[in-house]
């Protein structure tokens, strides 16, 4: 079975090949996989890079560069295989590798599908569809232990799911540029206050502002 058609870019092909971004990003610049060149330069990864990137995670250190290659060639030419056979040693279940691409792939059409963007609701920051719930703010919770039960105790239109999707869609659109300001997401400064600092008898007024709860 072929995994759905669709361009990846590196991090969606790290999330759906199981592998780190920084890993995806060091084969292609070592032509591990041959990525197709787009005219606006763009890296854009195909299904079977994302498979060829996977069966290397998984079993690269056991292969040289000149098997690796043609497992890939076979893998290629007979894409009904369940199964090649790389060397006389190393027989690679293929189609075990292509099944759970295919469900990474899945996940994470499911995982964009719940996520929207709109200049009206927290300044485009991504949310959860019908809600103000913060994408990203879910997935860092997740990521740094909270624990489901206590996350939807705090956010209770959510499910399960849409905590497992939210690591997913995250990892898989990592946040790009400066941080956005108050301003950016649509929110205002609740108070100000403006504070002398007496050490020193040429400073100036400092100010900071603190965003609403």
Do not use: C
């Amino acid at each position: 079975m072929n995994a759905p058609t669709r361009a990846f870019t590196p991090a969606e092909a790290a999330v759906v090949g199981g592998l780190e971004l920084k890993a995806v990003n060091n084969a292609i610049d070592k032509r591990i996989v041959e990525v197709p060149v787009r005219a606006s330069k763009r890296r854009e990864l195909t299904a079977e890079n994302v498979l060829q990137l996977k069966l290397w995670h998984e079993i690269g250190p056991i292969l040289s560069q000149e098997r690796r290659q043609r497992l890939f060639g076979l893998i290629r030419e007979n894409p009904a295989a369940r199964t090649i056979r790389a060397d006389n040693l190393v027989i690679v279940d293929v189609a075990e590798a292509r099944k759970q691409v295919n469900q990474r792939t899945k996940d994470l059409a499911e995982a964009e599908a719940m996520v929207v963007k709109s200049r009206d609701v927290m300044g485009a920051e991504p949310v959860f569809k019908g809600t103000r719930i913060p994408v990203r703010l879910v997935a860092t919770m997740r990521a740094q232990g909270a624990d489901d039960g206590e996350i939807l105790s705090g956010y209770p239109k959510l499910t399960a799911r849409q905590l497992e999707l939210a690591e997913i869609w995250a990892a898989a659109h990592p946040r790009r540029g400066r941080p956005k300001s108050l301003a950016d997401r649509g929110l205002k400064a609740k108070a100000s206050r403006r504070t002398k600092l007496g050490s020193d008898p040429l400073a100036k007024s400092s100010e900071t502002s603190l965003p609403p709860v």
